[in-house]
């Protein structure tokens, strides 16, 4: 059984958790704190993350925290916010992409994409490619993109990225969350294929009480937890995540998530990737047209 205990020392590291302000984000950038290193807290709202970074003060950790604002739903954002990133630090041993949006109402990005796909899968693409060239320069560096158990349900709709078919808020998740992995995976393959040192891990919190159900009505919420079961504290939902990032048994390119009752409970353990995310001819494709859309080409 993983937990934080065994999570070594990061005194030293400089790490970057998007998303950092709630759930699963917040108990992510607070384990780093409290085990020594220097975390950006990157947020969309001022208030919110000052909050949470006044909490984590009062946690008695031995690292630092600092704030930084981006609004995943505008790549003008990212590309901002990667630039003041890139000004501020000379290191960054690791990226955790673990900002999320879930079942909102039919929206779309700055750019016009489908906002689960634009926000869950865009924004981060371009950011750790932004990011990259630091990342890579640095020691041992590693980079975390949080999926979810919805990804067995999805697949890739190449012609349904701009909200072109009527909206389906489940499977628009289901298919960013598919991204991610087949991004992560891809990720891997271009680092391996061009002999460069930073690893691409991928991990999924199973089923936890956090905000990213806000969208859900009390009816819908009901059904889903007599659907899956009990829900887990984020706490623990981040441990997959704290695994991937620090443990030296995590494999890369691979996804960890909670070990019980199919992936929604427990501590983090391997999990073996279903085929249509290991699928290249699909994640080929889908980097292919994420450089295009966002115009960042990494890793070389």
Same mark, same amino acid.
């Given at each position: ?18 998303? *950092? /302000? ?22 969309? #709202? ?7 970074? #006044? ?38 041993? @690791?990226?955790?992409? #673990? $900002?999320?949006?879930?079942? =909102? ?29 630091? @990342? ?22 190449? +012609? ?8 389906? =808020?489940?499977? +628009? ?19 391996? $294929? ?13 089923? /936890? ?14 059904? *889903? ?76």
């Amino acid at each position: 059984m993983w937990t934080t205990k065994n999570m070594p020392g990061q005194t030293g590291k400089t790490v970057l958790v998007t998303g *950092a /302000n709630a759930g699963i984000g917040y108990e992510t950038a607070l384990a780093f704190y409290q085990k020594g290193a220097k975390v950006i807290l990157a947020a969309r #709202n001022k208030d919110k993350a000052e909050q949470a970074r #006044n909490t984590m003060l009062q946690q008695n950790g031995t690292g630092s925290l600092d704030i930084a604002l981006v609004d995943l739903s505008s790549l003008a954002s990212v590309k901002n916010f990667a630039e003041d990133i890139l000004q501020r630090y000379p290191q960054l041993h @690791l990226l955790i992409n #673990n $900002a999320g949006v879930m079942i =909102p109402p039919a929206s779309a990005t700055s750019e016009g994409y489908e906002l689960q796909f634009g926000v869950n899968h865009l924004a981060h693409f371009a950011l750790t490619g932004y990011l990259f060239p630091l @990342l890579n320069s640095t020691p041992g560096s590693r980079i975390v993109t949080v999926s979810s158990n919805a990804y067995l349900h999805g697949q890739i709709d190449f +012609e349904n990225l701009r909200l072109e078919k009527p909206y389906d =808020p489940m499977r +628009e998740y289901a298919q960013s969350k598919l991204a991610n992995l087949l991004f992560t995976t891809e990720l891997q393959r271009r680092i391996d $294929a061009a002999g460069l040192q930073t690893r691409s891990i991928a991990a999924q919190p199973g089923a /936890n009480k956090t905000e990213l159900a806000r969208h859900m009505s009390d009816a819908e919420f009901a059904a *889903a937890v007599e659907r899956i079961g009990d829900l887990m504290e984020p706490w623990q939902g981040a441990l997959p995540s704290l695994y991937a990032a620090s443990s030296e048994e995590a494999i890369p390119g691979a996804l960890y998530g909670p070990d019980q009752d199919g992936g929604y409970r427990g501590y983090p353990a391997y999990a073996p990737l279903q085929p249509h995310a290991l699928n290249e001819t699909v994640a080929k494709q889908l980097w292919e047209l994420s450089e295009k859309i966002t115009g960042v080409h990494f890793p070389v």
